[in-house]
């Protein structure tokens, strides 16, 4: 799917989902710590979002044979301040049954990793355990996007709220995000390129909290970040690596 229609299509698949999903009974929310308010009170050191993920539409198969939960268990264990999860099926292989797993074993907030166009998805990843729900703003129009981020916010859940651009980055602010995200993934040609996160640092505030997503290997990628960035999201170099307790330290690299 590299023909400029990635998004699109995903979107189109989604609609068709939620067209079927049930409306489910909103349940309590897992008790864990704000990730919002831990990163600030732990700025010292770049914070990592560790991601379970098998598969993508741009690489293909990452790890089919995973451990989920083990995988998770050793991200916990090796200092991830939050465990993303991803919950799509056609495109990334995960299920809404890897995030409730993985929300029941461990202890730090999980985030609902997935392309959220409508409210019933929301309540359905806070049923299954996530306390931080993704939305994509190139993926709603400004006036949807805020009324899905009030919704979560109104359940208790934080928001990442994902840019790839100044413009998303912009409108991210408008809206109230406390939560950033600035993707190195276009997602029309997949390219990655880590200078789209170093090429918003003038544009960044002081109160939310910001996180760069994709393209991240080695430590020195992650010192390019700082001290504009209070974290990263990680998946496929932590899902490839044969030491994920090491190369995840390595990642979570002190701002000092």
């Known amino acids: 799917m590299r023909d400029g229609k990635f998004l699109e299509r995903i979107l189109a698949v989604k609609e068709q989902e939620n067209a079927k999903l049930e409306a489910e009974d909103i349940k309590p929310l897992r008790k864990t710590y704000s990730f919002y308010d831990y990163v600030k009170a732990h700025n010292d050191r770049i914070h990592v979002i560790a991601e379970v993920k098998k598969a993508s539409p741009s690489l293909g198969a990452i790890n089919m044979d995973v451990d989920l939960l083990e995988q998770a268990r050793s991200y916990e264990a090796a200092g991830a301040s939050m465990i993303s999860v991803l919950t799509d099926e056609p495109f990334f292989k995960g299920h809404i049954d890897y995030l409730r797993e993985i929300s029941d074993e461990v202890v730090i907030p999980t985030l609902n990793k997935d392309f959220i166009i409508d409210e019933k998805q929301i309540i359905r990843g806070r049923n299954a355990g996530a306390t931080v729900i993704l939305l994509i703003v190139a993926a709603l129009s400004k006036e949807r996007l805020q009324e899905l981020f009030d919704f979560a916010t109104s359940l208790g859940l934080e928001v990442l709220v994902e840019t790839h651009n100044l413009a998303e980055l912009k409108i991210a602010h408008q809206i109230g995000a406390k939560i ?20 918003m640092i003038p544009y960044l ?19 390019r970040l700082v001290p504009a960035y209070d974290g990263i999201l990680c998946g496929t ?4 690596s044969k030491d ?10 002190d701002k000092g």
């Open 244 to 253: 994920v307790t090491t190369k995840l330290k390595e990642l979570a690299i």
């Open 205 to 223: 505030k002081s109160e939310p909290v910001y996180i760069s997503e994709s393209a991240i290997v080695t430590a020195n990628d992650v010192k």
């Open 237 to 240: 170099t932590l899902m490839q």
């Open 180 to 199: 950033i995200g600035v993707n190195n993934r276009d997602l029309t040609s997949f390219k990655t390129d880590l200078q789209t996160s170093v090429d």
